[in-house]
């Protein structure tokens, strides 16, 4: 049987954590990461814009940023994603409202 990792024992995430995490891991340009928990930071929405997805398909995207961010992801609620190269955001930023 397997046990938590020290650092997800140890470390909560906040969502300052978890946008460091996806910069760095995802070589993210952007990042628009949103708590949708009510209080509680276990529930996040992100936007992530990185050259790491070109060429990719959406669901091969999203498994880049599952595998990258495995231990973050494995220590919240719930987690949703949505990644796009920089090219695709210069021309969908406008169809989302950040908050």
């Given amino acids: 049987m397997s046990t938590p990792s020290a650092s997800n024992a140890t470390t909560p ?5 978890l946008t460091s995490s996806i910069t760095t891991k ?5 990042v628009h990461l949103k708590d949708t928990s009510g ?10 814009v990185s050259p790491v997805f070109k060429g990719k398909t959406t669901l091969m995207r999203h498994r ?10 494995a220590a919240v609620h719930a987690w949703s ?3 796009f190269t ?3 955001w210069e021309e969908k930023k406008g169809e989302f ?3």
Avoid at 64 to 73: C, D, G, H, M, S
């Fill in 13 to 17: 995430i906040t969502p300052a954590t």
């Fill in 26 to 30: 995802l070589s993210a340009s952007f």
């Fill in 39 to 48: 209080g509680c930071g276990q529930m996040f929405e992100a936007i992530i």
């Fill in 64 to 73: 880049a940023a599952n595998a990258a961010l495995k231990e973050e992801i």
């Fill in 81 to 83: 994603q949505k990644c």
């Fill in 86 to 88: 920089e090219e695709e």
């Fill in 97 to 99: 409202i950040l908050d």
